[in-house]
Every structure is written in structure tokens, then in C-alpha cells.
């Protein structure tokens, strides 16, 4: 069968399956019509049995054997090569490329082999498929319409409000117990134990301050820290290095003479007065913008800077925001030493740590 | 003293390289004898300063002088005389130690090419003795902080430890993959991926530009050489398992990739296969 | 007994008979098979998203079987050296375990990875192409709208994954969501605490992340897909204008079975590429990050691509916060704006674009046939504003790796965020406008006049002219009904075919070229073009 153009004759008349001269291409054809699909052009794009058919074959069945060699080295891969990983180089390494690029190249054989087959060695057609939407069926929408109404004169709920009014006023409080869990079961007040104002570092039951660790939890003598250092501070309570207290940590910076005074002056402007100790400064270390660990400090300029969103802060200025989104300075702690040469929270920080929020201040 | 004219010469020589026609011994005399003549002029300035330089004291050894005599001919004429510093174009190295000369100096930081926000790494200008020498002058100068003996500084360095050291003291910065990040108005962390053992050590040391000081008294010579071992184990000598690794620069050039190998291969291949054949 | 002669060719047709007795599928089977879909390749972009989330649920079972979602404090002892004798969350240990101690795992989970920003990536580029074709116009608003939410689920999809392996970037991103959760007003505390349980972090944030990954998300895409699918077999696919093309027909491949071998073939393609990217480039090197911990923050930190522009939208908005002195005080953190309000509105604008455009043009009919973007040029100017927005915000996004690599300052970048997201979309608009008037302007210049030949010719007056060949006769004219005008002379075969091939060209001459002539059958269709705008 070659090109065809069908006109309408006979388009409209079922054919007879049984005729024997029909062939099957004739069946498939009727059968289109009677979805409104006009087979309009079809056309074999190889002559059967010609040489490029051959050549087209050949490539897609070369395709395909390609994709059982990638497929049968991604086997072999898998199980044979050393996998184990260990650091620094090595054929570990490789692993997982290899398994990629030959996960990879067997499933573009399938994909290319299937592609080629179905462009190049199928024929090409064009349909025409009638839409239909455009012809809107009045009859139908009026009968449909009409049982829709029907069915609600027969539940008659004009005639009988109580009904309707009592369903209503019945399923109503079923919805929300459908909700009252979920709700009931997530919600968490917020303000429990006053946790969104108090961090690790408030004075422990019976006024005991607490004092600054680091990391591991070893308290911090002043002569720890350079001029121009700075160093990640924890409460030193129970689980005070960890993220039960993600509020908490804070950077404890010692300042070099000029900056510290600089830094002390703006301290008394707002009234921080005894804030800092001799020239070190702490300030919280969660940004209040989105609450990211600000801590790119630059000694030299005394910034510090929140890799997030750059809020830029100027610690000789406690910690105002210079630039960026951040709106609000970083809480400073308040600090000193305390009789064994060890620092310590005077009190937790005197304003709300982490991001704003609403009933903040 | 030299004239602005000498001074600038020999700078630009350093840079560009070694002449060969200069011999070693011409130049040890030349330095000679502008040593003693800076030592002449400057006697007068000492009186003012005496109080804070008590190198005087004791007599300079041999390399100190010598790396006094490369001093005034490369780096005098911003860092001052007896680097007291220069208003607006250097800093006093008064203090400094070894360990600052050897990280600016060593990683061709120092000498500045021109004033800029920050100095960025190139090719030393120096060799390893003359960086010694200049340490050592720095050094008896007003003392300051010492990277130790030996090149390899991490040998037993605990890779757990140093990896836990860097991410809560330096990933912040120098990102997670070491390759640096941005600061504030145009200044940087740099990559640590060229670093040697004895510059991180010393960067750390000496605080240099804006990064924080990290002396033996926060971070112990332990624990820095478990970071430097973290540093250079598993951050700079350390395949990627996954491929390659898109220069770790995180989720902004996988998101770049996915556009510009994944959807253009696949748009592509759309184009073909809707193509006329 | 004798045995009966087993009909091995008769199998099938009995089978069938025997399902179809049963099931009477014969009907609705012929109609599927027969189904007419039009070719352009641009119709095919949405299944890129489609298969690559059938590649997103396949390696997705994988991961399970090995992720544990909890965030209970273990010592990590796995392979990976730097990070033994760590404590971390289960969470963390467990997606440490599946790229260095399950075989295979780094695989799967980068094809994981990658195939979720193809995903997404997929999803913005079929949302371009439909937008800039007016496929959503009436009467596909419905998928147009179930389209904008499939990428708003995705988006949370991506989220909810990301924050998964519970490294140090995820909880960076899940401390700054939290934030934003918390910059809502009034209810913005509540909010956050009864979906962490308490304070950041809890010990339950990753549990409920993960159901939310692996159930609830994945089950809203499925049914949105399945909508949107089945919204598109309905209501078939929109088609180009062009030659027997009109409003009321598909012309094209019944769908089976070329049409379906395309598909498959295309999957396999899909999935392919997934698989080459996922071995050749690294994706989200959990084991750099270290486990999260609140203090803990690495330079350029960043989301996936597709919140890139939210974080971008947030580095660049100003320091302005909303002080309300009533009783205590209270405040609308700066954090609100970008994060909640732009998205709510972006949402809200995608939504309604469809109703906006056809009440803008009072255009309220159904329209099945594409429009080119130089046709209808206020929306390609909308559309090119939209990009130019979502692209300044994707930059911000990365400004401090731009800044660092390409050395920027950083506040340069902000600023250059800054004003580049007030200029720049607008003047995205005004050249579009214009390209595009210019791109229809010529197309009806060579329907007037005729394609340029590129022979000069001397008039007997000493002029020189170019010679032009009219693409109608004598005392014919041609419509302008928004379809490719050939413009080269071998398009009109009148200089030899065009060279085919797709990537290097294939000598035989082609058979005939491709027709100029005007579309059969078209004067409803003409009105129909028309209707758009045009100056």
C-alpha cells in the first residue's frame, strides 16, 4: 500500500469484515473512521526487502547489541570491581562512574534502537482526528440537566429544610473531627517554658552562672584566644554542644585595642556597659535574618558575615546591620571572668536570639 | 639608604625573576653597603623607637641580616624602615613573626603588586632561604609566632578530628570543599587547594588579611595538624567517588548542569526525533 | 484419550477473544490505539518531566530500603574515614551508608539527585514552551493551573529530599525554612513549633519529612500527573497552524504505533541521560558537609536550583522591617516578603493568567491551534519579563560563588541584584515587543512581496534591484495566518532541496519540498489567527 488518498466515498458505510479482498490495512483504516480518524497519507519510508532496510536494521539491531555489551560490562562491574571505599585515589573511585556511563550507554542503545526503528523503518502517516468538542450536544446537557434536578426534587430538600439544615449542621462538626487530631496532635505551644527568649546560656537554677565551653567542652581562659581570634562559644550545661541547644552558641571575639575600644564606646551608647571583658565581645552566632550560622569574621575590618544571605554586621558597632537583609543587630552576650580565670555568661542574652518573629520584641 | 629609583628596580626585578647577570657575591656587597647606610640614616629614628624594638639589644644572627638586606630592597618601601609600618600603605610587621613572612612571602602574596582590596596568590618572588632569611630578620625583629620544623605537618594528624576542627572553624569561609568563598566588598577566602602544610599553618598562626588568628593557645600544634591532615587527606588529595565533581561549588553549578548537558542533550534529541526524516 | 494438537499460533487470538469476553475491551482498545497525537518536538519537553519522575520513584524504592529516618545520635563506623567516631543522626549515618557501604548506592542516589533537577528543570522549560504558545488558553486552563502546581509540589518534593540526608547543608536549608516559617505574622511561632514539635531542630523534623517525601508528596504528584494526563488525552493536544490544520481536527500519528514507539524509545533516552550524569558529575557530596549542627555553616550555601531564585529574592531584599507599636510590639520580619508573599504571589499570577489574558483580549472561545510567540507579542513580553525576573533572582542566588569566582564584590552583586531586578524585566518586555513586531513584520513582507532571490538586477535606468519571488500569483494574496513563511528559495524548491540530515548531511536530494501553499480548508481558521494581536 502506498500513498492513499481516500476520498469520502465510502467512509460513511461500515466495511464488510468478512469481504476477502479487504486487506488488513483496509480494516485498520475503517476502523480509524469509525473514531473520526483519517488515515490521509501513509507512506513506507523503505522498500521491503531494499538495501537500506537492511542497512536500517543493521543499525538498529547494532543498537540494541550495544546495549547488551554496556549492560553486561555494568554486571560485570557491579560484581567484579573493587568497590570498597577508601580514601585518597584509587580504582574505588571509578565505581560509580563506570556503573553510570554504563547504566547509561545501554539504556540510550534501547532508547536510539527503539527511536530509529520507529522513524526510519515504520511508515510515515499523517491522521486526521476529528475533535469534536467544538459540537456541543444540547440534547444531552438538557437531559443530563434535567436528571440532576430531577434527582434533587426527589431528595425534595426544598420541600423538607429540616433535612437539609440538619445534614448540614451534622456533617459539619464530622469534618472537623476529621481534622481535630491531625491539628490537635501537631500543634506545640510555642512559648512553652518561655524557650523562644531563653538559650542555654541562662543562669542555671540557684542563680549559678554558666560558663562558655568550646566544642569539646573545655571552659575558656581569656589567654586561649589572640587579638584578631574569635571562637565558637557553648553554654557548659548538659547536651550544651548539641542541637538541643541550636540557639544557644555564640562567638566570642578579642578585639585589638583600638577596635575594642571603638567597640566599647558603642556598647555604653546603648547601654551594654559591663557587656564585654577587657577587649573580648561575644555576640550570638545565629543571624536574625534566617537564623544561619553568621560567622565570617574578618579581623580586619570587623565584620562579620552570614554566608547565607550576606548580612553584614559591624561587631565594633554591636553588631549592627551594615548591609544585606538583616534587620535587627546580633544579640551580644554579656560577659566576664569569673575566680578560676574562666568565662562566663553574666546572664543570657538580653534580647531574642535567632529570626524574627512576630510577637518578638 | 637607596634612592625610590633602586628600590623600585630591584622590586621589579624580584618579580619578573632572577637576572642571572647578577652575581650572589655583587649583590650581598650591594646589600652590604645599603645596610649600612640604612643603619646609619635610621640610627637617628631608633632613639624614638627604642622602647618597642628590643631586637637591638642583641646582635642580629647572620640569616637576619641578611634577610634585613632583602627587606630594604623589596619591601621597605611600603612596611617602612625596620618595618614600623608606612601610614595608608603598609602595616608594621613589627611582631608578626616567621610564620606571617613565611605564609605572605611564601605564597607570593608579599610583594604586593599594586594596593587592592586584598593581595591575592601568585608565584613567590623569593626562593625558600631568601623567605627564611626574611623570617628570621622579621623574627628577632619584635618576635611573634613560629611555624615549626619539616614540611610535613600533618604525619599523625586524626582526620575525624581536624574534619570536625574545620567545619565548626574554617568552612565557613573557605567553603566545605576548601575552594573559598566570598567576603564582604570584594575581598576573599582563598582556595586551599594549592596550599602547602607550612602556609596553612602559618595562615592559621598569623591571621593574615582578615582571616581570624588561630594561636597555639585556641588551637593546639595538635590540632592544627589534624585539620592540615583533614586539608590535605581528604579534601585536596582525595578522588571524588561520584565523578567529577563540578568544582564543589554546591548546588549553583549542578543547577547550571542540569540545563546545560541535561536539557539541551534531551531537547536535542527532541529535535530529532520530531525531525523530518 | 487423544491428545489435541496444541495451536501454538492460535494463542494469541484466544487469549484475546477470552479478555475481551470478560472485559469488553475491544472498543475502548481500538479508540487508545488509534488515538491521534501531532508531532513537534516541543510537544515533547513535558515528557522529559514525566519520565524522569518514573526514574525519581524507581531509584527512590531503592533508597528507602536502606535510609533510616531518624534523628537519633549514633557514632558513624562506616568506610568513609573522615568521619568515624562522629556522632550524628541516624538519618546522616544511614545516607553515609548508602554511598559508601551499599553497593551501587552513590549511584542511585545521584541518579536520584539529578534526575530531580531534571525534573524540575523539565517542568519550567514545558511551562515556557506552553506559555509562550497560548496552549493554555481556553480549554486547558484546568491544566494549565494543575501544571503551575505540579511545580509547586515538585518544589516541596525537592525541599522535603533535600533536607533529607539531614548533612550540613540540609540543615541549613531546613534552619532557614524554619526562619521563613516563622517570619509569617501572628501565626508564624505556632507554625514553626508545631512542625519541628518545639525548637529548631527537634528530634522529629526528619521522620515527618520523610513521610512526606516518600507518601504524601509523591502520591499529590502522581494524581496531579495522572490529571494532567488524562486532561490532555481528553481534551486532545494542541497543534500548530498550518496546511489542513484547523481548530477542529489533530492532524498527525494515530498512536500507535510509531507514535508509541517514539515514546518509549524517548523514555529509555530520558533515562539514559540520568544515568550518564549521575556517573560522570557529582551530585550534593553529603560527606564534605559533615553532619548538621547548628553552629556549622560552609561557605556558599545554597538550595537547589529550583529555590535559587527565593534565596536570591531574599539576599536582595532590603533591610526593611515592619514595626507595629501596638501593646508589646510587633514586627513583620524583612524575611516575610520574599520568601512567603512573592511566592504566594507568583502563584497567585500563574494561576490566573489564562482569565486575565482572555478577559484582557475578550477572547472566550476554544482554542485548539497554537500561536507563534512573535504573534501575540504583549504576552511573549510578559513571558520574556517573567524569564529575565526569575533568571536576576536565580543569579542573586548564587551571587556569593559568582562574586568569589568571578571576582565581583559582593555587595556589587547585591546592588547589581538589586537594581537588575527593577530594570532589567522591564526592558525584557520592551525588546521582546519589539523582536517579535519585527519577526511578523518581515513574515508579511515576504507574503507581499516574495522571498529574497539574491539576484541583483540592473534596471535599463541604472538602479540596481533585487529580484523577488512572490509566494502567490498575479492577482492572488496571501493571509498572514501565523505559520512559518519560507523565506530562502530552496524552501520553494526552486534551488534544490534543502540538505537533510540531522547532524551531517545526507547527499541523496530530497523528494519533494516542503509546500508554501496556504491551508486547505481554512477560512475559519484565518478568522481564528487573526484574533490575536497585531500592529
Redesign the interface.
Given at each position: 500500500m502506498t500513498t492513499t488518498h481516500p476520498g469520502n466515498a465510502g467512509g460513511d458505510q461500515p466495511v464488510d469484515l468478512d469481504d476477502p479482498d479487504l486487506s488488513r490495512f483496509d480494516i485498520v483504516r475503517a476502523?480509524?473512521r469509525?473514531?473520526d480518524?483519517e488515515?490521509?497519507h501513509y507512506e513506507p519510508?523503505v522498500v521491503p526487502g531494499s538495501k537500506a532496510e537492511r542497512r536500517l536494521s543493521r543499525t538498529v539491531a547494532s543498537f540494541f547489541l550495544l546495549t547488551g555489551a554496556s549492560a553486561t560490562a555494568f554486571l560485570a562491574i557491579?560484581i567484579w570491581w573493587p568497590?570498597?571505599?577508601?580514601?585518597?585515589?584509587?580504582g574505588?573511585?571509578w565505581?560509580?562512574?563506570?556503573?553510570?556511563?554504563t547504566?547509561?550507554?545501554?539504556?540510550?542503545?534501547?532508547?536510539?534502537?527503539?527511536?530509529t526503528?520507529?522513524?526510519?523503518l515504520?511508515?510515515?502517516?499523517?491522521?486526521?482526528?476529528?475533535?469534536?468538542?467544538?459540537v456541543v450536544n444540547e440534547r444531552d446537557r438538557t437531559i443530563t440537566g434535567q436528571t440532576m434536578l430531577y434527582m434533587a426534587d426527589e431528595l425534595g430538600v426544598k420541600r423538607r429544610p429540616l433535612l437539609g439544615v440538619s445534614l448540614l449542621a451534622g456533617l459539619a462538626p464530622v469534618g472537623a473531627v476529621a481534622a481535630a487530631p491531625l491539628v490537635g496532635g501537631?500543634?506545640?505551644?510555642?512559648?512553652?517554658n518561655n524557650?523562644?527568649f531563653t538559650t542555654g546560656f541562662a543562669p542555671m537554677e540557684g542563680g549559678q552562672k554558666v560558663r562558655l565551653v568550646r566544642?569539646d567542652g573545655r571552659p575558656i581562659r581569656p589567654?586561649?584566644?589572640?587579638?584578631?581570634?574569635?571562637?565558637?562559644v557553648?553554654p557548659g550545661i548538659d547536651h550544651g554542644v548539641s542541637?538541643k541547644?541550636?540557639?544557644s552558641?555564640a562567638l566570642l571575639i578579642h578585639l585589638r585595642d583600638a577596635d575594642a575600644l571603638e567597640a566599647r564606646e558603642a556598647n555604653v551608647r546603648i547601654g551594654h556597659d559591663d557587656f564585654m571583658w577587657g577587649n573580648f565581645a561575644a555576640y550570638s552566632?545565629?543571624c536574625t535574618?534566617?537564623?544561619?550560622?553568621a560567622?565570617?569574621?574578618?579581623?580586619?575590618?570587623n565584620?562579620l558575615?552570614c554566608?547565607?544571605?550576606?548580612?553584614?554586621f559591624l561587631i565594633t558597632d554591636n553588631a549592627k546591620?551594615i548591609?544585606?537583609?538583616?534587620?535587627?543587630r546580633l544579640p551580644q552576650l554579656p560577659i566576664f571572668v569569673d575566680d578560676e580565670g574562666y568565662f562566663v555568661a553574666t546572664s543570657d542574652y538580653t534580647e531574642t536570639v535567632?529570626?524574627?518573629?512576630?510577637?518578638?520584641? | 639608604m637607596t634612592s625610590d629609583n633602586d628600590r623600585r628596580r630591584g622590586l621589579l626585578a624580584r618579580l619578573r625573576g632572577r637576572p642571572a647577570s647578577r652575581s650572589r657575591g655583587r649583590r650581598r656587597l650591594g646589600a652590604a653597603v645599603r645596610l649600612l647606610a640604612a643603619l646609619m640614616l635610621a640610627g637617628g629614628a631608633y632613639t624614638a623607637f627604642a622602647p618597642s624594638v628590643q631586637a637591638q639589644d642583641t646582635p642580629m644572627s647572620s640569616a637576619a641580616t641578611d634577610g634585613k638586606a632583602l627587606f630594604n630592597e623589596s619591601c621597605v618601601s611600603c612596611h617602612g624602615r625596620n618595618a614600623q609600618g608606612v601610614e595608608g600603605r603598609g602595616p608594621s610587621l613589627v611582631g608578626v613573626g616567621s610564620a606571617s613572612v613565611e605564609f605572605q612571602v611564601g605564597s607570593g602574596r608579599m610583594p604586593m603588586v599594586r594596593q587592592e582590596a586584598q593581595a591575592p596568590r601568585k608565584p613567590p618572588v623569593f626562593n625558600d632561604d631568601e623567605i627564611r632569611q626574611l623570617g628570621q630578620y622579621i623574627q628577632e625583629l619584635g618576635g611573634g609566632p613560629e611555624v615549626p620544623a619539616g614540611e610535613d605537618l600533618h604525619k599523625d594528624g586524626n582526620l575525624a578530628a581536624g574534619g570536625e576542627l574545620f567545619r565548626i572553624n574554617c568552612s565557613q569561609c573557605h567553603a566545605f570543599g576548601g575552594g573559598g568563598g566570598a567576603l564582604s566588598s570584594g575581598k576573599y577566602a582563598p582556595t586551599l587547594k594549592p596550599a602547602t602544610d607550612r602556609q596553612i599553618y602559618a595562615a592559621m598562626l598569623s591571621g593574615p588579611q582578615n582571616m581570624p588568628v588561630f594561636g597555639d593557645n585556641q588551637i593546639t600544634p595538635e590540632q592544627k595538624a589534624d585539620i592540615i591532615a583533614y586539608i590535605q587527606e581528604t579534601l585536596n588529595h582525595n578522588q571524588d567517588p561520584g565523578g567529577f565533581n563540578l568544582g564543589r561549588y554546591g548546588p549553583s553549578t549542578e543547577g547550571l548542569a542540569i540545563f546545560l548537558v541535561g536539557i539541551v542533550a534531551l531537547v536535542f534529541t527532541t529535535l530529532w526525533i520530531a525531525g523530518k526524516s | 484419550m487423544k491428545r489435541r494438537k496444541f495451536e501454538m499460533a492460535a494463542v494469541p487470538g484466544n487469549a484475546a477473544r477470552g479478555v475481551d469476553d470478560r472485559f469488553q475491551v475491544a472498543t475502548p482498545l481500538r479508540r487508545l490505539l488509534n488515538k491521534v497525537f501531532p508531532d513537534h518536538w516541543s510537544f515533547l519537553l513535558g515528557e522529559i518531566a514525566l519520565f524522569s519522575f518514573i526514574v525519581l520513584l524507581l531509584t527512590g524504592v531503592f533508597l528507602t530500603f536502606f535510609f533510616e529516618p531518624a534523628m537519633t545520635e549514633v557514632i558513624y563506623n562506616g568506610s568513609y574515614a573522615p568521619l568515624r567516631g562522629t556522632p550524628m543522626s541516624a538519618a546522616y549515618a544511614s545516607s553515609l551508608d548508602i554511598t559508601f557501604d551499599v553497593r551501587g548506592g552513590l549511584i542511585m542516589r545521584q541518579m536520584h539527585h539529578w534526575a530531580a533537577l531534571l525534573f524540575m528543570a523539565a517542568i519550567v522549560v514545558h511551562m515556557l514552551r506552553v506559555f509562550f504558545t497560548g496552549a493554555f488558553r481556553k480549554p486547558r486552563e484546568a491544566n494549565w493551573i494543575i501544571g503551575s502546581l505540579l511545580f509547586w509540589v515538585g518544589f516541596l518534593a525537592g525541599f522535603t529530599g533535600y533536607s533529607l540526608p539531614d548533612d550540613g547543608l540540609s540543615g541549613t536549608g531546613l534552619r532557614i525554612a524554619s526562619g521563613i516559617m516563622l517570619s509569617i505574622p501572628v501565626i508564624g511561632s505556632w507554625l514553626t513549633s508545631s512542625i519541628f514539635d518545639g525548637e529548631f531542630p527537634g528530634t522529629i523534623i526528619i521522620s515527618r519529612f520523610y513521610i512526606a517525601h516518600v507518601l504524601l508528596i509523591p502520591g499529590l504528584l502522581l494524581a496531579l500527573i495522572g490529571a494532567h494526563l488524562g486532561l490532555v488525552f481528553k481534551q486532545k493536544h494542541t497543534q500548530w497552524p498550518g496546511p489542513g490544520r484547523t481548530n477542529d481536527n489533530v492532524v498527525g500519528e494515530r498512536m500507535f504505533p510509531r507514535y508509541a514507539l517514539k515514546q518509549g524509545g524517548f523514555f529509555m533516552v530520558v533515562f539514559g541521560v540520568i544515568a550518564l550524569m549521575a556517573g560522570l558529575f557529582q551530585i550534593n557530596p553529603i560527606w564534605l558537609f559533615g553532619p548538621y549542627e547548628a553552629w556549622v555553616v560552609s561557605a556558599a550555601s545554597q538550595p537547589d536550583w529550583y529555590v535559587m531564585f527565593l534565596d536570591g529574592s531574599t539576599r536582595l531584599m532590603p533591610a526593611w522591617e515592619i514595626y507595629i507599636p501596638i501593646g508589646d510590639g510587633y514586627v513583620i520580619p524583612p524575611l516575610f516578603w520574599p520568601t512567603v508573599v512573592l511566592p504566594g504571589v507568583l502563584v497567585g499570577m500563574s494561576v490566573l493568567y489564562p482569565f486575565i489574558e482572555a478577559r484582557r483580549l475578550k477572547d472566550f472561545r476554544s482554542h485548539n491551534l497554537l500561536q507563534r510567540p512573535r504573534d501575540v507579542p504583549a504576552r511573549s513580553g510578559l513571558g520574556a519579563m517573567a524569564v529575565t525576573f526569575y533568571l536576576v533572582l536565580a543569579l542573586s542566588g548564587a551571587n556569593d560563588v559568582i562574586a568569589d569566582k568571578f571576582n565581583i564584590s559582593l555587595n556589587a552583586m547585591t546592588w547589581g541584584g538589586r537594581i537588575g531586578l527593577l530594570l532589567l524585566p522591564p526592558l525584557a518586555y520592551f525588546v521582546t515587543y519589539r523582536i517579535c513586531l519585527g519577526l511578523q513584520q518581515h513574515d508579511r513582507e515576504v507574503l507581499a512581496h516574495g522571498v529574497e532571490t539574491g539576484i541583483i538586477r540592473r534596471l535599463p535606468d541604472g538602479r540596481f534591484v533585487e529580484v523577488h519571488q512572490p509566494l502567490h500569483r498575479e492577482d492572488g494574496e496571501l493571509e498572514y495566518v501565523g505559520w512559518v513563511v519560507p523565506k530562502k528559495m530552496n524552501r520553494l524548491g526552486a534551488l534544490g532541496p534543502a540538505i537533510r540530515g540531522f547532524f551531517y548531511p545526507i547527499e541523496k536530494p530530497a523528494e519533494a519540498p516542503v509546500s508554501p501553499a496556504p491551508p486547505v480548508d481554512s477560512d475559519t481558521e484565518r478568522s481564528e489567527i487573526s484574533s490575536g494581536e497585531r500592529r
Open positions: 476502523g480509524a469509525e473514531d480518524i488515515i490521509v519510508q557491579y568497590w570498597e571505599y577508601e580514601l585518597g585515589h584509587g574505588d573511585k565505581y560509580t562512574p563506570l556503573l553510570g556511563v547504566l547509561g550507554i545501554s539504556l540510550l542503545g534501547i532508547g536510539f534502537g527503539v527511536l526503528w520507529g522513524k526510519k515504520l511508515p510515515k502517516e499523517v491522521s486526521v482526528q476529528d475533535r469534536h468538542e467544538g501537631l500543634i506545640s505551644q510555642p512559648h512553652k524557650q523562644m566544642e589567654a586561649d584566644i589572640s587579638a584578631g581570634g574569635q571562637i565558637t557553648f542541637n541547644y541550636a540557639d552558641p552566632k545565629i535574618h534566617a537564623g544561619c550560622p560567622s565570617l569574621y574578618e579581623q580586619q575590618t565584620r558575615l554566608p547565607c544571605h550576606q548580612s553584614q546591620p548591609f544585606g537583609p538583616a534587620s535587627r535567632g529570626p524574627d518573629f512576630w510577637e518578638r520584641p | - | -
